[in-house]
């Protein structure tokens, strides 16, 4: 039977693949693919992308440890009886949403004043620090999703 429990992870592993899944195409996939334009049309369709992503984003962040602490709480019965595979998910995860914040409320900012200023060595800037982050997170994006997924066979 489909209990709570199985609920909160369904939607615990979803939010996982939309914010790593669209951090590991933008960076591996989109980037690259957009070499050929001019600097004003790439910074422009990047404000785009993240006007678009970062709203699933958000609902990711949120989502995540909602779920997570519910498992914790509700299926586990707290952090004194989980296995170490969540809490190195719980650390990664907290650094990882903490880098989005930073990512958010700075260099997107910068970035998204500059592009609606035509500022575009600024935007460029900026986009630079962004892609930092992003490339930051995805990594620990996958690291965190090989623990969580893994975990539980480590014996
Ligand atoms: C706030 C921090 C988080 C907490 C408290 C948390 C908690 C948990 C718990 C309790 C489980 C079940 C573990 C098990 O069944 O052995 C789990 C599974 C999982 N978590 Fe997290 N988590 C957090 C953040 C994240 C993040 C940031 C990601 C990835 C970006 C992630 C990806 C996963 C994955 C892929 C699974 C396995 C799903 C499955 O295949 O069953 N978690 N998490």
């Known amino acids: 039977m489909l209990d709570f429990s199985a609920i909160a992870l369904a939607v615990h592993a979803i939010a ?10 933008a ?10 334009f ?4 790439r910074l422009t369709l990047w404000n ?10 958000w609902v990711a962040v949120i989502a995540l440890p909602v779920s ?7 299926y586990f019965g707290g ?19 903490g880098l989005f914040l930073l990512l958010f409320f700075t260099p997107y900012r910068h ?3 500059a592009v609606n200023a035509n500022e575009w060595p600024t935007a460029a800037r900026h986009l630079n620090n962004i892609r930092r982050i992003v490339g930051i997170n995805t990594i620990l994006g996958l690291i965190t999703i090989a ?9």
């Open 38 to 41: 001019e600097p004003q049309q």
């Open 27 to 36: 960076y591996t996939v989109l980037r690259p693919s957009l070499g050929p």
């Open 16 to 25: 996982a693949t939309v914010w790593v899944g669209g951090m590991f195409f």
């Open 48 to 57: 785009d992308v993240f006007t678009r992503f970062f709203i699933w984003v």
């Open 111 to 113: 970035f998204q004043s």
């Open 68 to 74: 997570g602490y519910l498992l914790v709480f509700i």
């Open 147 to 155: 623990v969580g997924a893994s975990g539980r066979l480590w014996g």
């Open 79 to 97: 952090f004194g009886t989980v296995g170490l595979h969540v809490h190195i998910m719980h650390l990664l995860g907290l650094i990882m949403i």
